[in-house]
């Protein structure tokens, strides 16, 4: 209902928006209709009709005027499809979402791969292969950058600080349905005839290029809000909301992996948003920042998205290493190796993050003198994330096993990541990086840090978390099956782009020279295979949630706050507030405790 | 707690000793299979033995952590039913002071060679025989010889003599492209408004029949004709250079 309401006040909004710039266009002489310049002015007001449908008026802005807000009445499954401000539920909201977006990208993927797989052309035009690749790769970023923040930040990140809810629910709510309008947006590119730029979307290519660019420009910008609403909230709930006791040395990692992640997301989110309205604004007015001939730069866009894009790379990758460095903890039952090195790793890489985006343009023209620096700043970068390596390494050494799903998915972040990282090394070395740049060597580079760092620690959180989320245990020789079959689909799939990319392959081609058809065509079947590994994965999470076991509150015996209230958490998280007197990892000293739950007088 | 420790060496010795191994191995691998497409300008020189120099280094290291992983999986795994906990060892200062110190100086050292030596190396001679201006448009590329006065529309080839120190004068009309030729390891973007230049001496005869390596392919996403963008390069003796440069003012005086 709240959906259907907030759909009618999003036309109504691009109605009174595109009806307002057609008006001022006609009273100063302009032909009145255009499409895209009547979409940019109805932008705000569809958003904002959206969203006071969905919900924002009924239950947070009717006081503003001086009526009674709606109390939230609804139960049940169909709080999931409203404006709720519990964080429970947004986080699952979240990861139902994300995970939707996954799989279509990867059906993408799948497309991508089947006219890639013999040289010539097979279903696909050029101009279809790039709009699948270019919607590939956007969502994909969408997904790495929101999923484990929005699902598990949300869910998990409060219960395990001792908090009844994150410090703004409201903000939280509108923070998560905004994304349905960057779903709306994206829709709407493949409805126009999508767009050809890739997720880069450089100018002056996304300025002059078919209108789908104007809605990938919508789409992140909007994605953009969601992140900043999000990060301001997240670090105000890590700063005021932490149980009495929860000392920032005795937070578990993946809250500090969370909460420098919102950092980088509130300081840098605002850059990829100017750069994607330069381009609109480029587009409908007219402006010309990045036409040479007018004055302009085309290179600007490229300093200014990447001053946001390479710290997303680290949005994208320190929640996996929160998620991986904790299970690597809970499941060798020893206490985090190096707690304190993982943490200044974590912030080391945050910090630098901002001083190495130029090594996306060492070929692109920039003065020579830059290259240096940022061959330098870059190189240097693998030092703090070299800590994060230390301390898994140093955790799981002389632990006590238990192999269970999320630790063979965290064990698998750890082997795909190093593959990521060590390629980086070469990447950023300037004189190679000529060769290898926009080759399927970069494609395997990032593949292996996103895809094989990323997404499986967001599958590592997936069957970590799922028994509190749900109450209900997945399959664990399911899991299994999915984990091997995945992890073997994935390597044949990218360890042989490194060779096809140093042998000539260039990224975001839909034909290529005729000798790269046979590695071309290994690499086709093995993504198929890696594809068909989350049918596996999608059975099991489907029919887990529907029957799966019963889940206790502490199924693997963990030792953090979430695994001290029942699965599922009540609303509010605890019967009573949570003291915590120790550091978050007990293991190996009987003595030592992370927190006492008990009623207090 | 004493037994423990010896175990600890035990484990310390075995994973060394597969450490060496695998390292071994793996060095040996680097050294007896050529990874690289055919090079054939003094660049392609440079780019590759920094991708030789950073495998051999990177090779300890990717074996390191395979091997602890690896051997952690099978040594200390226990059935998933055991509750007991490991000893809490939180920290090794000797552990953590020697990865520091590796991870900082490795780092430090690629950042002087390859990253700058390779850097220096590739600008240290800026006098060209030859210059080439290099258009690029949606979709094709035109190449005009300056010295040899002659100009290609909509090229199909680029035509280049051997052993010869060329710049090439890069830049675009309309969007982003990139000049790209594999098998000179030369990579520059064409940008509107602005003319990019790659300085690279051809060390090697060849043409596209032969080697796909020989080949102007755009590498910068530039819209739909992106794929087709690309046309093939011959390097040809000298001698036959100035022959076909002779083949192309009389083809064009007779057109």
Redesign the interface.
């Given at each position: 209902m709240s959906i259907l309401k907030g759909i009618v006040g999003g036309i109504l909004g691009y109605l009174l928006g595109a009806a307002l710039v057609t008006s001022i266009r006609a009273a100063t002489g302009a032909e009145p209709w255009d499409f895209e310049v009547a979409t940019m002015g109805a932008y705000l007001p569809t958003v904002v009709g959206w969203l006071l449908g969905v919900g924002v008026w009924e239950y947070w802005a009717r006081p503003w005027f001086g009526r009674e807000a709606k109390p939230y009445t609804t139960v049940g499954w169909r709080r999931y499809f409203n404006f709720d401000t519990d964080h429970k539920v947004i986080g699952i909201q979240y990861l139902v979402s994300f995970l939707f977006l996954f799989f279509l990208a990867g059906l993408f993927a799948m497309v991508m791969r089947w006219e890639l797989m013999n040289p010539g052309r097979d279903i696909l035009t050029p101009s279809s292969y790039n709009g699948f690749m270019s919607l590939h790769g956007t969502m994909m970023v969408f997904v790495a950058v929101a999923a484990i923040v929005g699902a598990f930040g949300n869910y998990i990140v409060p219960i395990m600080i001792g908090a009844d809810d994150m410090a703004f629910p409201k903000l939280n709510a509108l923070s998560y349905w905004l994304v349905p309008v960057v779903v709306a947006f994206l829709t709407a590119s493949f409805l126009v005839g999508g767009y050809d730029t890739g997720w880069t979307g450089y100018a002056p290519l996304s300025v002059t290029t078919r209108t789908g660019a104007l809605f990938f420009n919508l789409a992140f910008l909007t994605l953009g809000l969601s992140s900043i609403v999000g990060a301001i909230n997240f670090l105000t709930t890590v700063h005021k909301m932490r149980a009495p006791g929860m000392t920032w040395s005795r937070l578990p990692i993946f809250v500090w992996s969370i909460y420098v992640t919102s950092w980088l997301s509130l300081i840098f989110t605002q850059f990829i948003a100017l750069a994607m309205l330069m381009v609109v604004f480029a587009r409908t007015l007219g402006m010309a920042f990045f036409e040479a001939a007018a004055g302009g730069d085309p290179l600007l866009y490229q300093n200014v998205f990447w001053f946001y894009s390479h710290p997303a790379v680290y949005i994208m990758i320190l929640p996996a290493f929160g998620v991986t460095l904790e299970i690597l903890s809970h499941f060798s039952r020893k206490p985090l190796f190096a707690y304190k090195w993982a943490v200044g790793g974590m912030i080391g890489i945050a910090a630098m993050s901002a001083f190495v985006w130029a090594h996306h343009m060492f070929t692109s023209g920039m003065p020579d003198v830059l290259l240096k620096p940022f061959l330098a700043s870059t190189e240097l970068i693998s030092i703090p994330t070299g800590l994060i390596m230390l301390s898994a390494l140093g955790t799981i050494w002389q632990g006590r096993l238990r192999l269970h799903v999320p630790m063979l998915f965290a064990l698998g972040v750890v082997f795909n990541f190093l593959f990521g990282g060590i390629t980086g090394v070469f990447l950023a070395d300037a004189p190679l990086d000529i060769q290898l740049h926009d080759t399927y060597f970069v494609v395997a580079h990032f593949h292996y840090v996103i895809l094989g760092g990323g997404i499986f620690g967001l599958f590592a959180a997936v069957y970590y978390w799922f028994p509190k989320m749900t109450g209900r245990m997945m399959n664990e020789t399911l899991g299994k099956v999915h984990f091997w079959w995945m992890i073997i689909g994935f390597n044949f799939t990218f360890m042989p782009m490194f060779w096809i990319g140093m042998n000539g392959m260039n990224r975001r081609i839909s034909d290529y020279v005729p000798n790269l058809g046979g590695t071309n065509r290994m690499i086709s079947l093995a993504g198929f295979f890696l594809g068909m590994s989350f049918v596996i994965f999608l059975w099991n999470y489907i029919y887990s949630w529907w029957r799966g076991a019963d889940a206790p509150s502490n199924p693997w015996g963990a030792t953090t706050l979430e695994w001290m209230t029942s699965s599922p958490p009540p609303l509010e998280n605890f019967d009573v507030i949570p003291e915590v007197v120790g550091g978050p990892y007990t293991y190996g000293d009987k003595s030592a405790k992370h927190a006492i739950l008990e009623p207090r007088l | 707690m004493g037994a423990?420790r010896s175990d600890?060496r035990v484990?310390l010795i075995i994973v060394a000793v597969l450490w060496v191994a695998l390292t071994g191995a793996g060095l040996w691998w680097a050294t007896v299979t050529n990874?690289?497409?055919i090079g054939a300008s003094s660049?392609a020189v440079?780019?590759d033995e920094?991708?030789d120099l950073?495998l051999y280094l990177?090779m300890p290291?990717?074996t390191f952590?395979?091997v602890?992983?690896g051997y952690?999986?099978l040594r200390?795994?226990?059935?998933?039913d055991?509750?007991?906990?490991?000893?809490?060892?939180?920290?090794?200062r000797l552990?953590?002071a020697m990865?520091?110190l590796i991870?900082?100086g490795l780092?430090?050292y690629?950042?002087f060679n390859?990253?700058?030596t390779?850097?220096d190396?590739?600008?240290a001679d800026k006098n060209a025989e030859m210059t080439i201006e290099v258009t690029a448009s949606q979709w094709r590329w035109d190449y005009r010889y300056v010295e040899e006065n002659i100009e290609f529309l909509d090229a199909d080839g680029l035509v280049l003599p051997v052993d010869t120190r060329i710049l090439f004068k890069i830049t675009s009309q309309?969007?982003?492209h990139?000049f790209?030729v594999?098998a000179f390891?030369?990579?520059?973007?064409a940008?509107?408004?602005?003319i990019?230049e790659v300085y690279m001496t051809t060390t090697k005869l060849g043409d596209f029949a032969q080697d796909?390596?020989f080949?102007n392919?755009c590498?910068?996403?530039?819209?739909?004709?992106?794929?087709?963008m690309r046309t093939t390069v011959t390097v040809l003796t000298r001698v036959d250079f100035i022959a076909w440069v002779d083949a192309q003012r009389n083809a064009e005086v007779s057109g």
């Open positions: - | 423990e600890n484990d990874l690289h497409p660049n440079i780019s920094a991708f950073l990177s290291v990717t952590v395979v602890v992983l952690s999986v200390f795994r226990v059935s998933l055991e509750t007991e906990d490991a000893a809490p060892v939180r920290s090794n552990f953590i990865w520091v991870t900082v780092s430090v690629v950042i390859p990253g700058f390779g850097l190396a590739l600008a309309d969007v982003i990139s790209w594999p390891r030369v990579k520059k973007d940008v509107p408004g602005l990019t796909d390596g080949r392919q590498a910068e996403l530039c819209g739909t004709g992106h794929t087709r």
